[in-house]
């Protein structure tokens, strides 16, 4: 790839195939963006950083605490040049709070800042992750919107929720690792049947419902979830940049895959260079399958919305 940064000249090769660096482009830079920015930056991965924010005073200041670093990585602030990243990382839009009992209420507010983005990556190249919330709608929303190859656009959720998920049944000194899928908000569906342990129907019903409930607390102590984010977005994106080939829970596109389409929801998938390898389908159970089976007429019905204004 040829980068003439602030101009649109893009020479593509084999996509992060002939590069030992990665350029990276995060658009929203608070607490989430800012904080994957600088883990980016000192990790040695990447060699060109772009950043963007609609609140100038805290771009510049994001990029200027990132320069105070001294990392041998470039950093620009001009949205021209977020087109011939490798990886665009999408944060912007207004987060959840106190008031906002749900992620998928924020669809309208944010539905515009994902069209933005749009406008700025005309026939991209490289790979887009998506955190914004409500994340798998906005996954669908700019998969459709930037005509991107559905391997290419990443939605974010899956890895955190399993990790809360984990966090939970550790808590109940049940010893095992749990996964979930299905939607990043109220219709998360924990995998129980891949324990290998017998769990009850109100036990698990008990789960899904401090795990629906799991972030606020959070919310309510100090504004906004921050750390575990982060951790596992930047989990994300190096096994995008090293290749990893790693087994994650992400939203991905489906088109037949869980017998639906239409929609983006959290599932299993290898995550490498060229972004979504594949989508592995794991065998639910009863109460699994119904779980998965609400959580994909939900977003299903919210995608064919946006997909209609």
Request: with cysteine; glycine share 8%; net charge negative.
């Amino acid at each position: 790839m040829k980068r003439e940064m602030g101009m649109m000249v893009i020479i593509y090769s084999s996509f992060l195939s002939v590069w030992d660096m990665t350029s990276l482009a995060v658009f929203g830079t608070g607490r989430i963006g800012g904080g994957v920015a600088a883990r980016a930056v000192s990790s040695g991965l990447i060699d060109h950083l772009v950043l963007y924010d609609c609140n100038q005073a805290l771009l510049e200041a994001q990029r200027l605490d990132i320069e105070h670093m001294r990392c041998p990585v470039s950093v620009s602030i001009n949205p021209i040049d977020i087109a011939i990243c490798d990886i665009v990382l999408y944060t912007a839009g207004l987060p959840r709070n106190q008031n906002i009992k749900t992620r998928a209420a924020l669809l309208d507010c944010n539905v515009p800042v994902a069209s933005e983005l749009a406008a700025l990556i005309p026939n991209y190249k490289g790979i887009i992750v998506v955190v914004t919330n409500p994340a798998d709608i906005l996954t669908y929303f700019l998969w459709k919107a930037t005509r991107i190859p559905k391997s290419r656009i990443i939605g974010f959720g899956g890895q955190l929720d399993s990790a809360r998920f984990q966090y939970e049944l550790a808590n109940r000194s049940i010893r095992c690792d749990g996964m979930i899928l299905g939607e990043h908000g109220e219709h998360q569906v924990p995998i129980f049947s891949k324990t290998g342990l017998n769990v009850d129907i109100p036990i698990r019903d008990d789960i899904l419902l401090t795990l629906r409930n799991a972030s606020m607390e959070i919310i309510k102590g100090k504004g906004a979830t921050e750390y575990a984010p982060v951790y596992h977005i930047w989990h994300l994106i190096e096994s995008i940049i090293k290749d990893a080939r790693t087994d994650l829970i992400c939203s991905a596109i489906l088109e037949g895959e869980y017998g639906f389409t239409g929609c983006s929801l959290g599932v299993p998938v290898v995550i490498g260079r060229e972004g979504i390898i594949s989508i592995q389908e794991w065998d639910l159970d009863t109460w699994e399958n119904d779980h998965f089976h609400s959580a994909a007429t939900f977003v299903s019905d919210l995608c064919r919305r946006i997909s209609h204004d």
